[in-house]
């Protein structure tokens, strides 16, 4: 499977801990998002990495968010002292360099998250 | 202010039948591209199609068509002989130039009935 993978595909946590997402990327694509998704809503972007460099970040990102793409392959995205609020669904997606302007985003199955 | 609207939350259609899915877009842009989405229960987003904005043609993909109206600002999914498969949530998506993100809809639940 050359797709992206994420994990875990599930995470229970209690409020107050700390979690971290993984995402693999297709392995050819220099461009890496994450989005989070609430129920009954669409995807809402949270932060984009070109290579290893973190290039934007939305006000959606929390200090209690971090992100990191070490070496411009997987990322990381690490919440810290979860709130209830943060029970979401996370999604990753990776793209190539855009050719003649067009850029697809190619998304993973999502980490469902859930803080009780 | 919202850049994408999909104003049907859900809707049925008989197998075999086709179904249209509305969304239009707002954007000052002169450069975008407007993408369709799919997410079956299992939550992965799969992508359908792409229309960009200086294309003349409506784009197409296999059962999968995208009416494009530019002055109207809207990007119609038409999905032709639905399929049980085909149930699922799709989500109506824009990239602005020189932005990054995708900024999506709030989505429509199409259930096919056989």
């Known amino acids: 499977d050359t797709g992206v993978s994420q994990n875990p595909r599930h995470k229970i946590t209690k409020r107050g801990q700390n979690v971290t997402f993984r995402c693999d990327p297709i392995?050819?694509?220099?461009?890496l998002y994450w989005y989070r998704q609430t129920l009954g809503q669409g995807p809402e972007f949270l932060t984009y990495?070109?290579?290893?460099?973190?290039?934007?970040k939305s006000r959606l990102l929390s200090d209690r968010f971090s992100a990191e793409r070490p070496k411009g392959s997987f990322s990381t995205l690490e919440i810290q002292r979860t709130e209830q609020g943060d029970s979401a669904m996370y999604l990753c997606?990776?793209?190539?360099?855009?050719?003649?302007?067009?850029?697809?985003?190619?998304f993973g199955p999502g980490t469902r998250l859930l803080v009780l | 202010a919202q850049k994408i609207t999909q104003t049907q939350p859900g809707m049925f259609v008989q197998e075999k039948e086709a179904v249209t899915l509305d969304c239009t877009y707002d954007?000052?842009?002169?450069?975008?591209?407007l993408f369709w989405y799919k997410q079956p229960s299992s939550g992965e987003m799969i992508f359908l199609i792409y229309?960009?904005?200086?294309?003349?043609q409506n784009a197409t993909e296999g059962r999968y068509s995208l009416n494009f109206q530019k002055a109207r600002k809207s990007a119609n999914l038409v999905i032709s002989a639905s399929q049980l498969g085909d149930s699922a949530m799709y989500f109506c998506?824009?990239?602005?130039?020189?932005?990054?993100?995708?900024?999506f809809g709030a989505g429509t639940t199409v259930t096919v009935r056989a």
């Open positions: 997606a990776s793209s190539p360099y855009p050719r003649l302007g067009k850029e697809t985003q190619y």
């Open positions: 392995s050819e694509h220099n461009r």
């Open positions: 990495f070109q290579n290893e460099a973190q290039l934007e």
């Open positions: 954007t000052s842009d002169q450069s975008y591209g």
């Open positions: 229309q960009g904005s200086y294309d003349e």
């Open positions: 998506a824009m990239r602005e130039l020189n932005d990054y993100k995708l900024s």
